[in-house]
């Protein structure tokens, strides 16, 4: 027999044992008539609640639609660019290389600038927009079209480099938004939509579920940084950071910030950050400048079979307390070492990632309340949280300030500027009156980086540095924007 009619008498083979199949079920239970009763049967048995369909071919419930969450949001992410002067070839390559691979391929709109696109969300009528702190980084332009094909221009307003997090804003009125859902109340399965402008394509909207929460993917490097994302399915690729992550209510519920990928294009796994963290950074910075870090005060490990012995717990959950900070706020309210917190403010925690996310929705000052196990009974301690300096004080930006021991005018200095120079600290100077530094030759725009040896960032560092000084001879050190550094002394 050839092969022809090998798969031929194959083919035929099947179809009667498929045939036969359907004959045996279909006969022998009565038909379909009987199928459709026992779906009937199965709905009646469900919790209040959950509801069955009894096609089982369908790939969404017939009662969900994304069109009016798609149309209600579209209108309220914007595409961004940004335009970074060249500072150097080596400054040039590192932001290139930075950029292409978070969001897209760079070009040069000419021989001295680097280009990169992003997204951002509409957060009022009055054009306070959010996007991610990476899509904004270092820009010394940023430009922002919105999807009437209206362009703008955008100042940073203020940024949180430990939530990647970014608030800029467009001189406008009337403008559509987005407003913010609860985020906590995200539920894994739940349908939401990402919308912002994947490869410079605006307005794209795609569908997908929240695959897990309090995802931690080690992106922020940084200690301090609350890396806790959703994590869904919904696809997103590079132009797509800073844009929207709503339900389908057309709630703000995320701002998607990255993907898991080994070829940097999507390849399932996209992330966001929670809503309820972006709306605090966002309030933070409008209210007072910047971001204002809570702190519960404890260093943690998170729970295994080896630590659940040792707590003498029967179950693997919570999270262990390796140690009690020093005049923090756990140690104020009687959390001790080798106790386990179960939860925050009725959250249950049972990894770092969501241990970091329940306490950065909160300021210093607020109090939360933290139940925990301590030899295998349970407890509950009401902690107010503090800053990372150990009190409970809101600070507020000092945009500028005068110092007569050096009779200069100081600015602090944004995030982004640090970033352009290269810098994690420093205090620019932005008026020059008679003092030691004019007599130095030291003028406007000079960044001083270090005063005797001690990091200088704002108003306190300074004073702090001079008035520590016993010997009354100060010893400067800093930069100008063009990257010449300057070190010397005087006598006060």
Excluded: C
């Excluded at 949280?385 to 200069?408: C, H, I, P, S, W």
């Excluded at 020059?432 to 130095?440: I, M, Q, Y």
């Excluded at 100060?474 to 930069?479: D, F, I, L, T």
């Amino acid at each position: 027999m050839n092969n022809g009619l090998k798969n031929f008498a194959f083919g035929l083979l099947g179809g009667f044992i498929v045939l036969a199949i359907y004959l045996i079920v279909f006969s022998s239970k009565g038909g379909q008539g009987d199928l459709d009763q026992k779906a009937e049967a199965r709905m009646s048995v469900q919790p209040e609640g959950v509801k069955m369909y009894q096609t089982q071919f369908s790939a969404l419930p017939q009662d969900i639609s994304f069109v009016e969450a798609a149309e209600s949001t579209v209108n309220a992410v914007v595409h961004i660019r940004t335009e970074i002067k060249q500072r150097s070839s080596s400054y040039d390559d590192f932001f290139g290389s930075l950029r292409e691979y978070l969001y897209g391929s760079p070009y040069h709109g000419n021989s001295r600038s680097l280009v990169g696109f992003g997204s951002g969300v509409v957060l009022s009528d009055d054009g306070y927009i959010v996007t991610n702190n990476h899509v904004v980084e270092g820009a010394d332009n940023i430009e922002v079209t919105f999807n009437d094909k209206r362009k703008m221009k955008a100042v940073v307003v203020g940024t949180d480099p430990t939530t990647d997090i970014a608030l800029i804003k467009v001189e406008s009125n009337n403008l559509p938004f987005l407003v913010f859902g609860n985020s906590d109340n995200v539920k894994i399965g739940e349908w939401v939509l990402a919308v912002g402008n994947p490869f410079n394509l605006t307005s794209t909207v795609t569908a997908g579920i929240v695959s897990a929460k309090a995802r931690n993917i080690n992106i922020l490097g940084n200690g301090s940084s609350v890396d806790s994302f959703i994590q869904t399915d919904a696809v997103i690729n590079r132009g797509n950071s800073g844009g929207a992550l709503v339900n389908t209510n057309g709630e703000l519920v995320g701002i998607n910030a990255a993907i898991a990928s080994r070829t940097g294009v999507y390849e399932g796994y996209s992330f966001a950050i929670p809503a309820n963290i972006v709306k605090k950074v966002v309030d933070d910075i409008i209210r007072f400048g910047e971001p204002q870090r809570a702190y519960l005060g404890v260093e943690i490990r998170e729970m295994d079979e080896e630590l659940a012995k040792e707590a003498g717990e029967a179950e693997i959950k919570g999270v262990y307390v390796a140690r009690v900070v020093e005049n923090g706020g756990a140690e104020a309210a009687g959390i001790k070492a080798g106790d386990v917190i179960l939860e925050v403010n009725e959250r249950q925690v049972n990894t770092l990632a969501q241990l970091l996310e329940a306490v950065g929705q909160y300021r210093p000052g607020e109090t939360v309340s933290v139940v925990a196990l301590r030899d295998g009974k349970k407890f509950t301690k009401e902690v107010k949280l503090r800053n990372q300096d150990g009190t409970t004080e809101v600070k507020k930006r000092e945009e500028f300030f005068y110092n007569a021991d050096l009779g200069v005018t100081l600015e602090r200095l944004r995030d982004a500027d640090k970033s352009s120079y290269g810098i994690t600290h420093g205090l620019k100077i932005t008026e020059v009156k008679d003092g030691v530094l004019r007599r130095g030759g030291i003028g406007k725009d000079f960044i001083i980086l270090q005063i005797n040896g001690q990091k200088v960032d704002n108003k306190s560092d300074l004073e702090r540095a001079l008035n520590g000084n016993g010997n009354r001879s100060v010893r400067v050190q800093g930069m100008y924007p063009n990257g010449m550094k300057i070190s010397f002394e005087f006598i006060q």
